[in-house]
């Protein structure tokens, strides 16, 4: 169980381009989203906490209006990165709570890796 | 290990050993505390947890030893493996804030 999904894996594209990731929490409902961005050889870094029904917190020195999140139903978080550049290439994964857990883990998705021409 | 600016801490155990993987984490208010591993182009896969009121839990082939006094987290794999080769992050928790990640440490089994 806790299965979470995300897509694409895989994304190469030209500088300027806007490029949408899902996330999908496949056998349980998320009302916690996490999104997460990480440089090679680096550990995690949280990006956004995505709220079902309410707008995402942002981490210190993450550009909201860059990395749109998008959390419209339970079982999805979409993030968007608005005109890409070849700094935004890097691995994002994504990350759900199952709700009204308390000291429970994290499941993630597999990531996507993005690559800006 | 510790992190030393972006190089990645490794391990390398021989096929058979037993692996002893540390974290050192900063929050002495953390209640609850997680292993993952991930291996190269995947997400993190969720290992072993502990909470704050143990100091030792056991798994599959797996242990994390708790230390609260000194801040410290273990994770100890018997008779490692090559499926057991990935980078392992330990991860706090302050109770239900987010999770704060360790640096990682790349685990490599030798045959």
């Known amino acids: 169980g806790a299965v979470v999904s995300q897509h694409p894996s895989w994304v190469i594209c030209k500088s300027g381009t806007s490029v949408k990731i899902e996330c999908r929490s496949l056998d349980f409902q998320a009302t916690t989203m996490f999104w997460y961005r990480q440089f090679p050889k680096q550990s995690l870094m949280l990006m956004a906490t995505s709220n079902e029904g309410s707008k995402a917190t942002y981490e210190q020195g993450v550009e909201k209006d860059k990395f749109l999140i998008n959390h419209a139903s339970l079982t999805l978080s979409t993030l968007t990165v608005t005109s890409a550049h070849p700094e935004d290439s890097s691995f994002y994964i994504c990350?759900?709570?199952?709700?009204?857990?308390?000291?429970?883990?994290?499941?993630f998705g597999d990531g996507t890796r993005l690559s800006i021409l | 290990g510790e992190s030393v600016g972006l190089h990645l801490p490794t391990l390398s155990v021989q096929e058979g050993d037993n692996s002893i993987i540390n974290c050192a984490y900063s929050n002495s208010a953390s209640d609850y505390f997680i292993w993952y591993k991930q291996e190269s182009g995947k997400g993190p896969q969720f290992i072993i947890d502990i909470r704050s009121n143990m100091d030792k839990r056991q798994g599959q082939r797996v242990t994390v030893l708790l230390n609260k006094t000194v801040k410290h987290l273990s994770l100890q794999i018997a008779a490692t493996q090559p499926g057991d080769s990935a980078v392992y992050f330990c991860a706090e928790n302050n109770y239900g804030q987010n999770f704060v990640f360790g640096p990682g440490t790349r685990l490599s089994v030798l045959p």
């Open positions: 990350s759900a709570l199952t709700p009204g857990t308390y000291n429970q883990p994290q499941h």
